[in-house]
């Protein structure tokens, strides 16, 4: 069973979704791919100590310090390959990027492409904290970005990071 809570973040409302012990979700309201294949019939729990490490971590991240991922139970539901794409971005350290044909070519020999890599990061199930708005196009381009450019945008300035 899935459970939910919101987050009032600087950049809008989130959706965060649990199993009851670890993160499973974590969208910007209206988001792409929207808390996609769990349906809305969620019931809502603020008490779960999953959520409250989760805000707590939220709450460090957006006043500027630099939480470490490895703080929360994460579980990201997803194929395998989109699962190592996700490994890889959990590796971005705060304030850096990386391009998506850096990542394709982490992953040889596979041989994926950059598109295929864009896919999953783009599937991200758990935003912000897998850090997926740390991946730019070639040459430190802006790209898509599942919650938009803009918010995009507003995280890397954030981490300082400068394009």
């Not at 707590?56 to 310090?65: D, E, I, M």
């Not at 982490?106 to 890599?117: D, E, G, W």
Request: proline share 6%; aromatic share 10%.
């Amino acid at each position: 069973m899935y459970y939910k809570t919101y987050y009032a973040s600087p950049l809008g409302k989130l959706l965060l979704v649990c199993d009851g012990k670890n993160l499973c979700g974590l969208w910007f309201e209206g988001q792409k791919y929207f808390a996609a294949k769990l349906g809305d019939t969620m019931p809502e729990n603020n008490s779960l100590e999953v959520f409250k490490s989760a805000k707590n971590w939220l709450n460090r991240y957006f006043n500027g310090q630099k939480p470490d991922l490895k703080e929360l139970p994460l579980k990201p539901q997803g194929t395998e390959f989109q699962k190592k794409v996700w490994k890889i971005l959990c590796g971005i350290p705060y304030g850096n990027v990386i391009t998506y044909g850096d990542i394709a070519k982490r992953l040889n020999p596979l041989s994926r492409s950059a598109q295929a890599v864009g896919g999953a990061v783009g599937h991200n199930p758990i935003s912000i904290i897998i850090p997926c708005h740390r991946v730019v196009g070639t040459n430190k381009s802006l790209t898509g970005y599942a919650a938009g450019i803009n918010t995009k945008v507003k995280l890397l300035e954030l981490e300082g990071v400068i394009l």
